[in-house]
């Protein structure tokens, strides 16, 4: 609370205190950030509806909880809006001036940004209410009509979220270096986001489990867990890794140029650190069938993964806007306010109800899980 | 090779995974024998029920990987950065970015194969053919829909009566006792000939097969997208340029690397010129391969003006170790390389400095091999 407030009272200083331009980047960061988490969960538990999994049942209110965030984030992504004009160069006339952004103006528009924009927080909003408002339902009625539903519903979801998933790498994040195109930018933002959906499902599962809500969960479920985010840190890093090679290869300046400036001072530091600690550390250390069911150590990694995936997020955001790493007390500001709000918000959202789908038909089946 | 006698084992048969379950941990540690499920799919919890250690594969899979990223990590070194430098985009011989795909494939192939094999052929020691589950009766209904619990010899002697009541007593539905298969006899020698005689027919086979196959369809080249490319050939034409032809032209004032851009000195000048390399052994095998690279389709691997462009060319090359061409001195000679002369286009976009002078060396030792002296051959004085 206390934090939450500090952190209130930071981004509304930095608003008035700082440059314009600061105060935004740190905005769309941060709201990019719990909304990636948010959507990332949204996808897991769509994820178990598609392939009917019956271990993650005990489980599923968790990632829904989690992705209770994508609602309030939708807002503020709404709010950010008003950085168009500060961080986006296409919207002057300066910016437009070079050719091949120019040649973009069709898509990069602020009207039509906006658009988009919207809709992608409709459709997450609208989607976030069949699966899991109708799974909440379920827990008073026992229907298992609903099983049915998300089921039918979750591919369609899967579709919608690969669409804007992409739509919001290209807008929020590419189009702040608007000339600079990368195709495969939406998997790997995606690969991010469910990488942090895993991340965050991991770290509430076993404080729930330690808070005695989740009984029934075992050392198997968190295996599974486990084995999740070992594949998922690989398939991050590869796609990563893909996009870099590329343009490593093809050396065509108005692609280079983007890892130009990340690639080198400092901010090469970082993606070093991203290499070692977004995938080779959490790689190796979950390579042990062991490891994966341990929790204190999966909580570890989790934690790490999730910081991680905020510095990914930050390393892309502010070389657009710095000419070198930035972290200050408006920064930390940010980081008070959004985490702490974060946080809270999902215990609120998890204390109104059950921490398991009690209402759901596969749970029993679930809780029997074993290796 | 097996003394063991009696039955192989006594074999339970249940209707559903959970009652095989609950029969293990009734009939486990009630015997000295090993206990073997036998199941149509795999079934959460059974390994942990029957008890088994933790598998070997992981350990293995772990270090033939690393063992596979070295590999790839070492051929890619020695191939790219030593044996065969060849600069691609203007990168580095040695990228670390470009060796990570084919480290990432190997790595894979490494373990998946380690995986795949180890377990199938060094753990379960597949294929076991003579295998006594292979002829139990029930084997049908355990690839089914029933779930077997085997009480096992491995090689002591099994009471079935005793271990029968067990297994009834934890729920099976059917038991059976299955016996060992009868000791292999000697193979007779009339199917060890068969068998040879399959193997040598089928050697002969492949292998007329592949001599008449190349013989029959020398060029039949299996995958061409490589080869057919909507791509200009070295020498085709083009309409796409001016003058109809494919390759073009260095830019004028081209010169090679490594040779400073100098003014050209004009023929009366360059008479004079000396040559500055040493006539030792090492400038004239440059000398060589740079004459028998560039000069040789012209003017002959001999130097006598009988290349092997000469016949479709029509003209004659200038005769480098008779008559005019021998009167040239070093420094004419370097001129018409730098500069060409009627027909010849110049060379100073391939030739580096160096190798022009090793060249001139290099028709000097063509003049001098023409008629040689006794002291020039191997054993004669200096």
Redesign the interface.
């Known amino acids: 609370m206390l934090a939450g407030a500090l952190g209130l009272a930071g981004v509304a200083a930095a608003f008035f205190l700082c440059e314009r331009e600061r105060f935004w980047i740190n905005w769309v960061l941060w709201f990019l950030f719990l909304l990636t988490t948010g959507l990332g969960s949204l996808f897991l538990v769509a994820l178990e509806h598609v392939v009917g999994a019956r271990w993650s049942v005990p489980l599923r209110r968790v990632p829904e909880t989690i992705a209770g965030l994508v609602p309030p984030m939708g807002a503020a992504a709404l709010v950010g809006l008003l950085s168009l004009g500060t961080l986006y160069p296409w919207t002057s006339a300066e910016g437009l001036r070079d050719p091949l952004v120019a040649a973009k103006a069709g898509w990069l528009n602020e009207p039509f940004f906006a658009l988009r924009a919207a809709a992608c927080v409709l459709l997450w909003t609208v989607s976030y209410v069949v699966l899991v408002g109708g799974s909440r339902r379920q827990d008073q009625t026992g229907d298992p009509r609903f099983n049915r539903r998300a089921r039918r519903f979750a591919p369609l979801f899967m579709v919608i979220l690969g669409l804007t998933v992409t739509v919001t790498a290209f807008d929020w994040i590419s189009s702040l270096e608007p000339v600079w195109y990368s195709d495969i930018f939406g998997v790997y933002v995606f690969a991010g986001a469910f990488l942090a959906g895993l991340a965050a499902t991991t770290l509430f599962t076993l404080h729930l489990r330690d808070a005695g809500r989740l009984d029934g969960v075992g050392p198997d479920h968190l295996h599974n867990l486990g084995g999740f985010l070992f594949a998922f840190t690989v398939f991050w890093a590869y796609i990563g890794?893909a996009q870099?090679?590329l343009m490593?290869?093809a050396?065509i300046p108005e692609e280079v140029f983007w890892y130009g400036e990340r690639l080198h001072g400092a901010w090469g530091g970082i993606l070093l650190a991203l290499a070692l600690l977004h995938f080779l550390v959490p790689f190796l250390i979950l390579?042990?069938?062991d490891a994966k069911s341990r929790p204190r150590l999966l909580f570890g990694v989790a934690l790490l993964m999730l910081a991680m995936h905020w510095l990914d997020l930050y390393w892309m955001l502010f070389p657009s806007v710095a000419g070198g790493p930035l972290f200050g007390w408006p920064e930390l500001s940010f980081a008070l306010l959004f985490l702490s709000g974060g946080i809270w918000w999902v215990r609120r959202l998890m204390d109104r109800g059950e921490a398991m789908p009690v209402g759901d038909p596969f749970l029993r089946e679930g809780l029997e899980?074993?290796? | 090779m097996n003394p063991a006698q009696g039955p192989f084992s006594v074999l339970g048969v249940f209707d559903t995974p959970d009652a095989l379950l609950e029969a293990i941990g009734k009939v486990k540690g009630r015997t000295g024998h090993r206990l073997e499920a036998y199941t149509p799919y795999p079934v959460h919890g059974l390994d942990r029920a029957l008890g088994y250690r933790k598998s070997p594969i992981g350990g293995m899979v772990f270090v033939m990987g690393l063992v596979g990223a070295l590999s790839a990590l070492v051929l890619e070194l020695w191939t790219s950065g030593w044996d065969y430098p060849l600069v691609t985009a203007g990168k580095p011989v040695v990228s670390w970015e470009a060796f990570v795909p084919i480290l990432f494939e190997i790595t894979v192939l490494f373990a998946a194969l380690t995986a795949g094999l180890g377990m199938l052929l060094l753990l379960n020691r597949l294929p076991a053919l003579r295998h006594p589950m292979l002829r139990s009766r029930s084997m049908a209904l355990l690839t089914r829909d029933r779930f077997g619990l085997a009480v096992e010899s491995a090689g002591e002697p099994l009471d079935p009566e005793a271990l029968a009541l067990l297994l009834e007593d934890a729920g099976a539905a059917a038991i059976e006792v299955v016996e060992r298969p009868p000791a292999p006899g000697p193979a007779s020698p009339k199917l060890l000939a068969a068998a040879l005689g399959a193997i040598l027919l089928a050697c002969l086979a492949a292998a007329g097969t592949t001599y008449w196959g190349i013989k029959l369809f020398p060029r039949l080249i299996p995958m061409a997208h490589m080869l057919d490319q909507p791509r200009l050939d070295p020498q085709s034409g083009s309409s796409f340029f001016a003058d109809g032809s494919g390759m073009r032209p260095p830019v004028a004032g081209t010169v090679s690397q490594g040779a400073p851009p100098r003014p050209l000195p004009n023929a009366e000048a360059s008479e004079g010129l000396v040559n500055p390399l040493p006539g030792s052994a090492a400038v004239f095998r440059r000398g060589r391969a740079a004459y028998d690279t560039h000069c040789a389709v012209c003017h002959g691997l001999l130097g006598n003006g009988e290349g092997s462009l000469t016949d479709a060319y029509g003209a004659r090359p200038t005769h480098l170790t008779a008559g005019a061409g021998r009167e040239l001195s070093d420094g004419a000679i370097y001129h018409v390389i730098v500069s060409g002369k009627n027909a010849m286009p110049p060379y100073s976009s391939d030739l580096t400095e160096e190798e022009r002078w090793a060249a001139v060396h290099y028709v000097r030792v063509l003049e001098r091999a023409l008629d040689a002296l006794d002291t020039d051959f191997q054993g004669g004085a200096r």
């Open positions: 890794f870099y090679l490593w290869y050396n390579i042990p069938r899980f074993r290796l």
